[in-house]
């Protein structure tokens, strides 16, 4: 089975930068779409950022667009997630997921795979 590993979580002020990574063991990463989903306390798990098994296709949600920055490399089995300009409000625990579908999709069902997820703080 797929095995994701989220690591690059941490403690920042608002204002700052982090970047994620999920490492995958599955050998058909590459024709897997991918996203990252988080989930704050007392809030319902949302959609943050999805890509295409080959990358040429990015989505984001609203409250992250032109902030955060998902991407991946195929001969590494990793995606990324670059979050810049952080605020208090992106405090959760971020969780990268993985279907098997070269589709990108914004939705929680579709997913096959999911990772224990990494915490992220802000501060303010």
């Known amino acids: 089975q797929v095995q994701l590993v989220e690591t690059g979580g941490g403690l920042v002020q608002a204002g700052g930068s982090l970047r994620l990574s999920c490492a995958a063991s599955?050998?058909?990463?590459?024709?897997?779409?991918m996203a990252w989903f988080r989930q704050a306390p007392g809030k319902e798990r949302s959609f943050v950022a999805t890509?295409?098994?080959?990358?040429?296709?990015?989505r984001y949600s609203d409250s992250v667009k032109g902030r955060f920055t998902i991407s991946r490399d195929n001969a590494k089995n990793t995606m990324y997630l670059q979050m810049n300009s952080l605020k208090p409000e992106d405090t959760a625990v971020y969780y990268c997921?993985?279907?098997?579908?070269?589709?990108?999709?914004?939705?929680?069902?579709?997913?096959?795979?999911w990772g224990q997820g990494t915490q992220v703080t802000v501060s303010s």
């Open positions: 997921a993985a279907r098997r579908s070269v589709y990108a999709s914004h939705l929680e069902s579709p997913y096959d795979y």
């Open positions: 890509i295409s098994a080959t990358g040429g296709e990015t």
């Open positions: 599955g050998r058909a990463f590459s024709a897997y779409a």
